[in-house]
């Protein structure tokens, strides 16, 4: 065993028995590569990253190469989800080095942290161009040995560079209408009017600017935004990037039709997606909305949610396959015992249909899922799909064989789980799941979410509101929270307040806020990845752009938003409205990857709409105003339920009376409210328009 022995990172743990004599990040690494007049390697990238485990069995479990590593250097691993910070960092540096960057990534510095060579995989052999890990490595300490003195100038000229990139988009007024709609424009021209979606492959599910698009429709009427944001969902949801037996989302497509995907699913991909999907059905109704909302929902439950009550990171794209199971093999894999596949978990082969399901059957679900004698992924296996144009089939048929199919599924090896608890993405999954629970009558939705709120509260939530990013088994893990963590969990908490009506997830939510705004901000009403006293890094990170999940910056903005809806603080809705010059800068140009910043600006433009439902909780008519104000559809409205004399927990409720002795609903937006309401029909009306 290695120095990683009795960490956290299930991914680092992975690494623990590995000859490379690995460190975790920390002083004591750099201490001792500048004792030992070392470079470092850094090795960044994250348990369900199948060319992380590709690259750590062909250099990391190799003797020979490790014996080379552990001589010349100071072997440094992270794990990304743990560490964003430290990840953000030397990507930057990578990317403004090569033009493009990736997971494992891989990074040689000086003793004193400062890059000076970048990679991302690197093969044991000469391959496509790209020279062998060896090689690499060999040339690295010949440069370190031999030519220190241009190591440390190419070393210096990236920190200065990296270090005059600091943002100062913030307090220039938040966007308006003209912006708003120069950023629909833009993504009318990058939308792929065939398949959906936008851009070619990878494909990414773009789920922060469909909510943006679903937000821009319920507030101007744009029916060009909402087709955009119908068709890409429905193309997603027909193709393999989600899983047609066991629901949920794979990370991304490989190819622009989403075909084939690749394989990992992420806790944050279900999370956004469970909620734009939930979203979509509010608006549309769409039956298939709603199918793919509860069974995204039901597959993080089932499959994520750990003995705590909290979600874990992910699961594996790769997984085991065993001979005489009939699974696809690897190519050279020997009759794959033991080997682990890419997607083998997922694909089938008409053989294989017809083992589980008989020739007939396995016929009808040959052409229902798309699967054929060539395949359309590898080795003759196919991602089952839901083809267009499929026509009218068996419903009850359908179902059974699907049944059967999932069943004997579970009979193969599973992906691995990484099981760390990451609190952003708890805090995304919080609201998806709150808010698919209130939707469609599912109370155990919501007590899921409620219970991974608890274990946020009980075990990431420090002294002084300090929040910590990681946890596993019930141990917090050592690593602070970043902006990030602080406005996707007050997200999660606020969405929770407005479906349970209790108003302690309101006031955990303040409590983070006014950390981001302690912590966080810069000059210019500008924020950063990471808090003042955060470690000191070679850079202050700070991205306002959308990645995996929405970006630090824009998501702190919409929570900043709501919670000052919720309690009318104008500090909070002042730094809201500052943060938001970024997106007015980069909307219009960038919009793709600023999608939850323009969903923010949607709540803006539109007030956001508060409204305040009394009436007590266990009244019909009071739960039945509750759940028509959750399903309105004005752009980020926030909702307080609560008993008449409720205004401690909830200031919405304040001098907000029952009317006739009946529970009512008031409307505010713009400081302006309309007469209360105890008609559901009228209520809807004032929220979708």
Request: hydrophobic content about 40%; aromatic content about 8%.
């Amino acid at each position: 065993m290695n120095r990683l022995a009795g960490v956290t990172s299930p991914y680092l743990l992975q690494h623990a028995d590995n000859p490379v004599d690995w460190w975790p990040w920390g002083p004591e690494a750099f201490a001792e590569a500048k004792r030992r007049d070392v470079p470092v390697l850094l090795s960044v990238g994250y348990s369900a990253c199948h060319w992380c485990h590709v690259m750590a069995h062909e250099s990391f479990e190799d003797a020979t190469t490790a014996e080379y590593v552990n001589e010349h250097f100071v072997p440094v691993k992270v794990d990304r989800e743990e560490r964003p910070d430290v990840d953000a960092v030397y990507m930057e540096a990578v990317q403004a080095a090569t033009g493009h960057g990736g997971w494992p990534m891989t990074v040689f510095l000086t003793p004193d942290a400062e890059p000076f060579y970048f990679g991302t995989y690197f093969p044991p052999e000469p391959r496509h161009g790209m020279p062998s890990f060896p090689q690499v490595l060999q040339g690295v300490a010949v440069a370190w040995a031999d030519r220190r003195e241009e190591v440390d100038e190419v070393a210096g000229n990236i920190v200065r560079e990296l270090a005059g990139r600091s943002l100062a988009l913030g307090g220039d007024g938040a966007p308006g209408e003209q912006e708003l709609a120069q950023a629909l424009l833009g993504l009318t021209r990058e939308y792929d009017d065939r398949h959906g979606g936008f851009g070619g492959a990878p494909k990414f599910p773009p789920s922060m600017v469909i909510e943006f698009l679903l937000r821009h429709y319920a507030r101007t009427g744009a029916e060009g935004a909402l087709q955009m944001a119908a068709d890409t969902c429905e193309a997603m949801a027909r193709g393999g990037i989600y899983d047609q037996l066991g629901g949920g989302f794979a990370r991304y497509s490989v190819d622009r039709e989403w075909v084939v995907p690749h394989f990992e699913k992420m806790l944050y991909d279900n999370a956004l997606l469970c909620r734009v999907y939930a979203h979509l059905w509010r608006v549309t109704g769409s039956d298939l909305a709603r199918r793919v909302a509860l069974e995204t929902a039901d597959f993080m439950v089932r499959e994520l949610r750990t003995a705590e009550g909290g979600f874990a990171s992910a699961l594996d794209a790769d997984s085991a396959v065993e001979d005489g199971r009939g699974h696809p093999r690897a190519e050279g894999s020997g009759g794959g015992t033991g080997r682990h596949v890419e997607g083998a978990f997922y694909v089938w082969t008409p053989e294989q249909l017809r083992e589980v399901l008989g020739d007939e059957d396995a016929a009808f679900a040959a052409r229902h899922y798309g699967v054929t004698e060539e395949g359309t992924f590898e080795h003759g296996a196919s991602v089952l799909q839901l083809p267009q144009g499929a026509g009218v089939v068996d419903a009850e048929r359908l179902e059974g064989i699907r049944a059967r199919l999932l069943a004997a599924r579970e009979e193969r090896p599973r992906p691995g789980r990484d099981d760390k608890i990451v609190a952003a993405w708890n805090g995304l999954a919080i609201a998806a799941l709150a808010e698919t629970g209130a939707y469609f009558d599912r109370p155990d939705l919501v007590e899921r979410a409620t219970e991974a709120a608890d274990l946020l509260v009980r075990l990431h939530l420090g002294t002084g509101a300090r929040l910590g990013r990681t946890s596993r088994d019930g141990r917090a893990g050592a690593n602070a929270g970043v902006l990030e963590d602080y406005a996707d969990v007050a997200e999660g908490f606020l969405a929770l307040a407005s479906v349970t009506g209790e108003g302690v997830w309101l006031e955990f939510s303040g409590l983070l806020l006014d950390i981001v705004l302690d912590r966080f901000t810069g000059g210019g009403s500008a924020l950063y990845d990471t808090a003042h006293d955060a470690e000191r890094l070679i850079r202050r990170p700070q991205d306002p752009t959308d990645n995996a999940t929405p970006s630090g910056w824009t998501a702190a903005a919409g929570a900043l938003l709501s919670y000052a809806a919720h309690t009318g603080s104008e500090a909070h809705r002042a730094a809201a409205e500052g943060a938001m010059g970024v997106v007015k800068a980069l909307g219009p140009r960038a919009p793709r990857f600023i999608g939850w910043g323009l969903a923010v600006a949607e709540a803006l433009l539109d007030g956001p709409r508060e409204v305040a439902v009394v009436g007590r909780t266990d009244d019909e008519a009071a739960r039945t105003l509750h759940r028509t104000a959750l399903l309105g559809t004005a752009p980020g409205a926030v909702v307080a339920f609560g008993a008449p004399g409720a205004g401690e927990e909830f200031p919405l409720l304040r001098e907000r009376p029952l009317v006739d002795g009946r529970p009512a609903a008031y409307v505010c937006r713009h400081f302006t409210c309309e007469a209360p309401t105890t008609d559901q029909e009228d209520l809807a009306a004032a929220l979708a328009n």
